[in-house]
């Protein structure tokens, strides 16, 4: 053990090494399990620490002796050689008591991690600031993370520490609801971030892409299946799927999300347009449908209401219905946003709540969709797998072409649209 202080005063710091530590860390949260605690927070565990409690203006940032022994047995070493471990092994002690406690999934977040924290807990990008600039680097931060493996991660929405404007909440509110964790956070003795506390208008712009973000999880879900099991990151930095294009190389202001939704957001005060770049091929503007070539820079208006979206051709974008939190009701209704191409989509889905997905209680769907002359058809693949969804309506929407709908039975079927 090591004592030192934080921000709740003087604290303890386990060895979490040990194994024997670790178990005993994650039985102890049995106390929180016990009233119906689902998830846990793991916070200052760099770990941060002062010499003297925080109320004293003297204090200085401090580490452990370097010498101090770490782990036990065969992994006996000093913090010298753990200390940029110890965030990731509280996380996997949190986790890995959770599994023992709880028969459902739990949620767990970190601010610090290493390589392989992703099998662990989420992890969001620390104390930022109700400021523009970090506002802007919370993408490439995001990226980064994502294409070092580590898929499930977020910044605090309209800055932690600080007072946001109503136009920097706007943005940030729109930038966040592409981030994988989507949460909004704020210092105690800041301004009340909640979006009413900024206006109607502020408060309108928040829940349409709280909303948004809602009728997309869907394909968030099957993003995080595919992070889970491919390593594959669900924000992606363009030259991700344009390896082969120059212009994408240093294009850190805008992000894929998946492989088939592009965003643009605006992250500098009173900007009301902004030059965007379309790679290759043909794209659809989000909220227009305007069909749009690649492979050149346009600009597009972006009113404070307004972030500016894309969807490229051949995309299959799973679409439901607005809820107030997930699971609120039953999907019954599953509309695919359909972009005019060739393209295909694998939709997975599994209970949300259990390991029995472990037991092979999921299911996966593959749509695709083909240009055939003046024709686009879409084939809707048999569902396969053990899980079978509540009874639904499917409602296929091909930008320009219409929309039909059929009740999903989980067998194959073909689409044609003219």
């Not at 729109?174 to 208008?201: A, C, D, V």
Request: hydrophobic letters at 40%; glycine letters at 10%.
């Amino acid at each position: 053990m090591f004592h030192g202080y934080v921000w709740p005063d003087r604290a303890v710091f386990p060895d979490f090494m040990r194994g024997k530590v670790r178990e005993w860390w994650g039985n102890l949260q049995h106390h929180l399990t016990d009233v119906g605690v689902a998830g846990i927070w793991n916070d200052m565990n760099e770990p941060a620490l002062n010499d003297r409690p925080f109320g004293d203006l003297e204090g200085d940032k401090i580490t452990f002796p370097m010498d101090a022994p770490a782990g036990d047995g065969e992994d006996k070493t000093t913090w010298k050689e753990t200390h940029n471990l110890y965030g990731m092994n509280m996380a996997r002690a949190c986790y890995e008591g959770l599994q023992k406690l709880r028969s459902q999934r739990s949620f767990v977040l970190t601010r610090s991690g290493f390589a392989g924290v992703q099998r662990y807990s989420a992890v969001w990008t620390g104390d930022n600031h109700s400021k523009w600039e970090y506002l802007e680097m919370s993408l490439p931060m995001l990226c980064n993370l994502g294409l070092s493996g580590v898929a499930f991660v977020g910044a605090d929405i309209g800055g932690f520490a600080g007072d946001a404007s109503p136009e920097l909440f706007a943005r940030w509110m729109q930038m966040g609801m592409l981030y994988p964790l989507m949460r909004g956070h704020s210092m105690i003795e800041t301004k009340r971030h909640e979006p009413w506390e900024f206006g109607r208008e502020v408060e309108d712009i928040c829940r349409k892409y709280i909303e948004l973000r809602y009728q997309l999880l869907a394909y968030f879900y099957t993003l995080f299946w595919q992070a889970a099991n491919k390593g594959e990151p669900i924000l992606r930095p363009l030259l991700y799927h344009y390896p082969n294009d120059s212009q994408t190389y240093e294009l850190y202001d805008q992000v894929l999300i998946g492989s088939d939704l592009m965003a643009a957001p605006i992250y500098r005060p009173g900007v009301e347009n902004r030059m965007v770049y379309l790679p290759e091929g043909i794209w659809y503007d989000w909220w227009s449908r305007e069909l749009l070539q690649g492979s050149q820079h346009i600009l597009v208006d972006a009113p404070l209401e307004k972030m500016p979206l894309f969807i490229c051709a051949g995309a299959i974008i799973p679409l439901i219905s607005v809820m107030q939190y997930a699971e609120e009701l039953p999907i019954s209704e599953l509309r695919l946003l359909v972009a005019p191409g060739t393209g295909k989509f694998t939709l997975y889905e599994d209970d949300g709540n259990t390991f029995a997905y472990c037991d092979g209680m999921s299911s996966t769907t593959q749509y695709r969709v083909d240009l055939e002359g003046n024709q686009v058809v879409v084939k809707v693949g048999e569902r396969k797998g053990k899980w079978i969804p509540n009874e639904r309506k499917i409602i296929v929407e091909v930008i320009g072409f219409g929309e039909q709908e059929f009740t999903d039975d989980g067998s194959e079927r073909s689409l044609v649209y003219q």
